[in-house]
């Protein structure tokens, strides 16, 4: 009975992050600025990763793998934000400015 909640609950974060992973590459697609996409790969890269390896961890149990796991996301978890941060701050330093957007999340058509 334990066995099969783990397994359920392992699948229910894979699919979780798996689709955390498609919004975000859907949002670096779509969104109309450097920022906006800069978002979006920040939910990829934390987000996205955590919950996955999160489903991995439950389906490896108590194992060396587990330990390998958990120093991937902490990892992960230091250096996605560092890099959102370097991206963001380098492209300030270029003066790449934000794009404007309406109401209605099309990009403002006066900039």
């Known amino acids: 009975m334990a066995e099969t909640i783990l397994t359920w609950l392992s699948g229910v974060f894979l699919l979780t992050g798996g689709a955390f992973g498609i919004l975000g ?8 600025d450097f ?23 439950i389906q490896a149990g108590l194992a060396l793998i587990s330990i390998k796991l958990l120093l991937i996301l902490l990892f992960l978890l230091f250096t996605a934000p560092t890099a959102s941060h370097a991206l963001a701050r380098a492209a300030m330093v270029e003066q790449d400015a934000p794009t404007p957007t309406e109401s209605n999340g099309e990009p403002s058509s006066n900039s």
Request: glycine share 12%; with cysteine; net charge positive.
């Open 35 to 57: 920022y906006s996409r800069l978002h979006a790969a920040g939910i990829t890269d934390t987000l996205c990763a955590l919950l996955i390896i999160l489903g991995l961890l």
């Open 25 to 32: 590459g859907i949002g670096l697609l779509r969104f109309p």
